[in-house]
């Protein structure tokens, strides 16, 4: 294979093929550049490379639990809610790729083809301009570039193309989207539902959006998907491709133009920048598994390693021009990073529907938008928090005390009686981007390839603490006014990070002197330069952030090459 | 000393080969490859045993048809951390010890009447030790978590669907659910 400039020089480069990567690959390569895909991580085919996902439990030998020697190995990743026997092969160990925390943060990683989009929870919800209005109304971080105008066509473009289940409630909070049908609610959910609906003008309870095919659309046969089969797995990968993941709905668009040229095992070190050019030249990668060095050209560069990782690569990249990070005149790079608070929890039973039940199993539940300081400042702290809202009802696990022999065979053996209906919520709260939450390079440490290591300071402050206790009494309140008995609050006290929603660092605004990047994703400092993931935002709302990513992604895909036709970039 | 180690002992004797106090001392590794714990054969079967005793077979399958015992030690060996897993072997050391004193054999000679007489003892709680309780309560904790996630288990008494199809979010019980 010959080794030469031009086997090294693409159109595009898109470092990163998770959430977003797999997007701006599909996109570049449908509007006919030649691109070339790095990820860092090994492979993975869609249903060919999910090794566990048609296991039954017997088959697992921890039946699920994760062995004590890895657990003691990987602290951090250990505490994420899906690293279990069944997916832990998708998630990054601590030990292969350290980092230092100047502050507790848990930095959850997936590094392969696909990345997070293997593993996510598949909750997607819309930013309305009451999100984007967030910073210039509470007077934070800066005002963002655009509005839900801007962004709306765009949502639909990726919605329609990934396959959104959710029913069209006519919020302003929460615009609606491009809706496949939504899941059945349990009753004790559509209890609440109407409850919520009679008792409170303001707050509502509803189907939770999510990416999942609930009734499949042409493209998505196409795309060789199928209906949701409701096995709640999808962490495994889901050989029905129910739900939207790269591995079964971007990448292979993108491989079928013959556009794509994936390169796997490649760890990026930094864009390059040509200082005669003024503009980025390409790609520096490590080849993972050889450590040879190889740096690859093209016009256009984007940057989708994932929010921190797109910080470590863009403050690698230096040069002449950029002594302190790629496009980094003002000093902000790796700063206002931020994140969603899920420290809160409230759980409790309910005594109705005694003669009902669940029948089967879902992937999803129901949803409360943001509620509080929604139309204007009312409370002690800034900005809300969204909640999600579960009420189910399983078999009661019998009491086997003083049980042995066959009386404990049949106790286990009989017909299993229901439990009560228990319902919980977990808030998802939005933190204030600040400059002291912010990312850097380590001086000293480098990892195996030869890349600094990041070194992470963030922490939560007292708006989080505030924002935790209003949870709790609204929440109480709700929960109280319902009938709902038994109520537990829990505060689990957990690093940011754990929420898997870090963002920001390379933000979003008007002003080059206070932002990275312009209204397109595309850096003021560097043209050809254009940052679609996590770390474009200024700031974090209460929305599970990737569909946002995936429209941001599209929208400047369209515009770079726009602008390259015309020679503009 | 057990009928198979007599018979390698005196195979050795036959062939002339020096016969080695340690032979006769012999105890077998367990059955399964273990990494951390140094469980004997005799220390297998009484795990075999108890497991059996705490769900047996009946008309359908019980804890020794499906390995349960092996299972427990799997999930010891890699899933229990330093210190929980020497309490297990101390605890499984002074299970025998009270069964040794309480009927004067191992577990396993132990008569139907006897290992459930054994049993409810633990069960009660009165007398026993902190480790043999603990050892008795985390045995039958896995026994349990073995049956009720086996296959058979899973498909003949509370049948798991892998591919449910369906969510119905609120359903009428009827008997026959």
Request: charged share 25%; proline share 4%.
């Amino acid at each position: 294979m010959g080794d030469t400039l031009e086997t090294r020089t693409f159109d595009a480069i898109v470092i990163g093929s998770g959430m977003s990567g797999g997007w701006a690959a599909k996109e570049l390569c449908e509007k006919g550049l030649k691109t070339l895909v790095l990820e860092r991580g090994r492979d993975v085919k869609h249903i060919k490379d999910y090794p566990t996902t048609n296991m039954y439990p017997w088959e697992f030998k921890h039946r699920g639990q994760v062995p004590y020697e890895i657990e003691k190995a990987n602290p951090v990743v250990s505490r994420c809610y899906a690293f279990r026997e069944d997916a832990m092969h998708f998630f990054v160990k601590d030990s292969d790729h350290p980092y230092v925390q100047e502050k507790p943060f848990d930095w959850i990683r997936g590094y392969q083809v696909g990345g997070k989009s293997i593993m996510w929870a598949r909750q997607t919800q819309r930013w309305s301009d009451f999100d984007f209005e967030g910073p210039l109304r509470d007077g934070f971080a800066v005002d963002w570039p655009l509005r839900t105008k801007d962004l709306a066509p765009w949502y639909s473009y990726v919605e329609k193309f990934a396959g959104i289940s959710g029913n069209k409630d006519g919020l302003a909070s929460l615009p609606d989207g491009e809706f496949l049908p939504p899941m059945e609610l349990s009753c004790v959910e559509t209890y609440f539902k109407d409850f919520v609906a009679k008792k409170y003008k303001d707050r509502h309870v509803i189907y939770a959006r999510c990416a999942h095919l609930t009734e499949p659309q042409p493209i998505h046969l196409e795309q060789g998907r199928g209906l949701c089969q409701k096995r709640n797995l999808c962490q495994r990968g889901c050989p029905f491709g129910g739900y939207y993941n790269t591995n079964s709905t971007t990448l292979p668009f993108a491989q079928k133009t013959g556009n794509m040229t994936l390169r796997p095992f490649s760890v990026v070190h930094s864009v390059l920048y040509d200082d005669k050019k003024g503009k980025a030249a390409g790609v520096r990668v490590i080849d993972s598994k050889t450590k040879e060095t190889i740096d690859y050209f093209a016009k256009v560069i984007f940057v989708n390693g994932g929010a921190l990782n797109s910080n470590l690569i863009l403050l690698n990249s230096l040069s002449s021009r950029f002594p302190n990070g790629l496009g980094n005149e003002n000093g902000l790079l790796g700063k206002f990073v931020a994140f969603h608070n899920y420290r809160a929890r409230i759980s409790a039973s309910y005594d109705g529907f005694k003669e009902f039940g669940t029948d089967g199993r879902r992937p999803t539940s129901a949803y409360i938008p943001r509620f509080r300081n929604f139309f204007k400042q009312e409370t002690d702290f800034l900005r809300g928090y969204a909640s999600t809202f579960s009420g189910g009802r399983g078999p009661k696990f019998p009491d086997t005390h003083g049980l042995f022999g066959e009386s404990l065979k049949s106790s286990l053996s009989g017909n299993q009686e229901l439990g009560p209906w228990f319902v919980g919520s977990q808030m998802m709260g939005e933190t204030i981007p600040k400059e002291i939450n912010h990312l850097a390079l380590d001086t000293e440490k480098k990892d195996e390839w030869g890349v600094p290591l990041l070194k992470i300071s963030i922490g939560y402050d007292d708006n989080e603490e505030k924002m935790i206790k209003d949870f709790f009494e609204q929440m109480i309140e709700m929960y109280t006014a319902a009938g709902f008995k038994d109520i537990k609050t829990s505060d689990s006290k957990q690093a940011p990070g754990l929420d898997i929603h870090e963002m920001g660092g390379v933000r979003m605004g008007n002003d080059p002197k206070t932002s990275l990047l312009n209204k397109w994703n595309q850096m003021h400092a560097c043209r050809n330069v254009f940052v679609t993931d996590g770390s474009c935002m200024t700031s974090t709302s209460t929305q599970n952030p990737s569909l946002t990513y995936m429209a941001f992604t599209a929208r400047a895909v369209d515009y770079a090459v726009s602008k390259m036709k015309r020679n503009e970039l | 000393m057990d009928r198979r180690s007599a018979i390698r002992c005196s195979l050795a004797v036959t062939a002339g080969i020096f016969l080695l106090p340690s032979c006769l001392q012999e105890k077998r590794k367990s059955t399964v490859a273990l990494k951390n714990l140094d469980i004997s054969e005799e220390q297998e079967s009484l795990l075999a045993d108890l497991s059996e005793a705490i769900i047996p077979k009946t008309s359908s399958p019980g804890s020794k048809d499906i390995a349960s015992h092996l299972f427990a030690l799997i999930m010891v060996d890699d899933c229990y951390d330093p210190d929980r897993q020497k309490k297990f072997i101390s605890g499984l050391t002074q299970f025998e010890s009270i069964t040794k004193a309480k009927f004067g054999s191992l577990f396993a000679k132990c008569t139907q009447l006897q290992k459930a007489e054994l049993l409810k003892a633990m069960e009660s709680k009165t007398g026993i030790s902190e480790d043999a309780l603990s050892f008795y309560n985390s045995m039958k904790k896995l026994t349990i978590q073995s049956f009720t996630t086996s296959q058979y288990f899973l498909t003949k008494v509370h049948v798991y669907e892998l591919v449910p199809a369906r969510f119905h979010g609120c359903v009428s019980i009827t008997k026959s659910n």
